[in-house]
């Protein structure tokens, strides 16, 4: 014997979302979304600032050393990612002894140290050492960059002047910090 069909009505107490209620929380989520973004993009320029910083640290304190512990003169530059140093590279950093002294690392001739890769999304490096060098030489007899002093920008693309900063090399080695807001980058948009 077949069971009988039933009306589906709805229950008593039974409720749910109307479209206009649905399309009421879409709307308000997106406007919370939008306001939101902006602060998410400065956090994660600030992250990549920070990065940048400790990267650059590292690698400036490591040519010190190595320079000086191998006795072996290392550079320190801006790469492309192919070796050929550059003043303005986002993609990599190097340290390499250039043993046949072209000043661009050569991977079947020089002794590569470190090549770290930047993933710059939020912002640009340059080098500035000198008027028309694109690296900086640390000597083998002190560990200093001794007539390659200089600086390393990091310009953040939104123009934002907090998260821009310098760190600088003495001849005599020694490496600063130095943001915007005590010494000018000069980064432009």
């Given at each position: 014997m077949p069971l009988p069909i039933k009306d589906k009505t709805p229950l008593e107490g039974e409720t749910g979302f109307s479209l206009i209620e649905l399309l009421i929380t879409l709307i308000v989520l997106a406007i919370v979304v939008s306001l939101a973004a902006p602060s998410f993009r400065e956090w994660r320029e600030r992250i990549e600032a920070l990065r940048v910083k400790s990267i650059l640290f590292s690698a400036l304190k490591q040519a010190k050393s190595q320079s000086y512990g191998t006795q072996n003169d290392v550079l320190f530059c801006l790469s492309d990612g192919a070796g050929r140093c550059h003043r303005n590279s986002n993609k990599k950093l190097l340290l390499f002894v250039d043993r046949n002294s072209n000043k661009h690392f050569d991977s079947h001739i020089d002794h590569?140290?470190?090549?770290?890769?930047?993933?710059?999304?939020?912002?640009?490096?340059?080098?500035?050492?000198?008027?028309?060098?694109?690296?900086?030489?640390?000597?083998?007899?002190?560990?200093?960059?001794?007539?390659?002093?200089?600086?390393?920008?990091?310009?953040?693309?939104?123009?934002?002047?907090?998260?821009?900063?310098?760190?600088?090399?003495?001849?005599?080695?020694?490496?600063?910090?130095?943001?915007?807001?005590?010494?000018?980058?000069?980064?432009?948009?």
């Open positions: 590569l140290i470190l090549n770290e890769n930047t993933h710059l999304r939020y912002g640009a490096l340059s080098l500035g050492a000198g008027s028309r060098r694109h690296y900086a030489k640390f000597y083998s007899d002190t560990g200093r960059p001794r007539g390659h002093m200089g600086h390393i920008k990091y310009c953040p693309n939104s123009g934002d002047t907090k998260n821009m900063f310098q760190v600088s090399f003495n001849k005599f080695g020694i490496i600063k910090y130095k943001p915007n807001a005590i010494h000018r980058t000069g980064c432009s948009r």
